[in-house]
DNA sequence: CTACCGATTATCT
DNA sequence: GATAATCGGTAGT
């Protein structure tokens, strides 16, 4: 089915193309879909609000993955904005990011900590293999894991409404709370971090 | 080539 | 609160 056709309207490249910290706010409230294959008319749709996002820049960051250059992990930090930035990480869990940055910066992306389930949670705790709703994508490696997202996906196009992964507008927040990023040990004056309330 | 360690999570105490 | 699980990417030799 033609996403336009039914109303489904994705944030274009110029949305990403701001300061990466901004881009990360106003990701909040917008919806992260995961097309699933099958039959083409009739793709699962398995989706989730974003609700906790943060933001890494580039040289000037030490807590982002860019902070010491260009290397092939992160080579989308400095590619397209809008695209999928995923890699693997403790042996067991993949991080999705959207490549972002405003003109000024080489290199940046938006991590999606949390998304909360809409379309597909079934699915979702089925890959999770979980019995309670609660927790199934309240996490990065959690919701990369309910999604059946991992580092083939890497360099999406995520402003594409038809990619097997995108991200959909949806209803703009009221509340939003910023804080500093966690699971680092350097970069944390900065409340990059941000959050539905 | 080697050694270190991480944008995490589940499962303990 | 503390820790094990688990391995690829990176920096340093």
């Not at 106003?26 to 996002?53: C, M």
């Not at 990480?89 to 999606?112: D, E, F, W």
């Not at 059946?148 to 999406?156: P, Y």
């Amino acid at each position: 089915m033609d996403p336009l056709s039914i109303g489904i309207t994705c944030p274009q490249r110029s949305f990403y193309e701001r300061d990466t910290s901004v881009v990360a706010r106003d990701l909040l409230g917008k919806k992260l879909v995961r097309l699933l294959a099958g039959n083409s008319r009739d793709q699962e749709r398995l989706v989730g609000i974003i609700t906790e996002t943060e933001a890494y820049g580039g040289e000037d960051d030490p807590a982002s993955h860019a902070f010491h250059g260009y290397t092939p992990r992160n080579s989308i930090m400095f590619e397209r904005c809008g695209l999928s930035y995923i890699y693997f990480i403790y042996g067991m869990y993949h991080c999705m990011n959207v490549s972002a940055r405003s003109k000024t910066k080489q290199a940046g992306a938006v991590l999606i900590r949390s998304i909360l389930p809409i379309e597909g949670i079934n699915r979702m705790m089925v890959h999770r293999n979980l019995k309670n709703i609660g927790d199934v994508a309240n996490g990065p490696g959690k919701l990369t894991r309910a999604l059946l997202i991992d580092k083939s996906h890497n360099g999406l196009d995520l402003t594409d409404c038809t990619c097997s992964l995108h991200i959909e507008n949806g209803k703009t927040p009221r509340r939003i709370l910023a804080a500093p990023r966690i699971g680092i040990s350097v970069g944390t004056e900065m409340d990059w971090r941000f959050k539905l309330s």
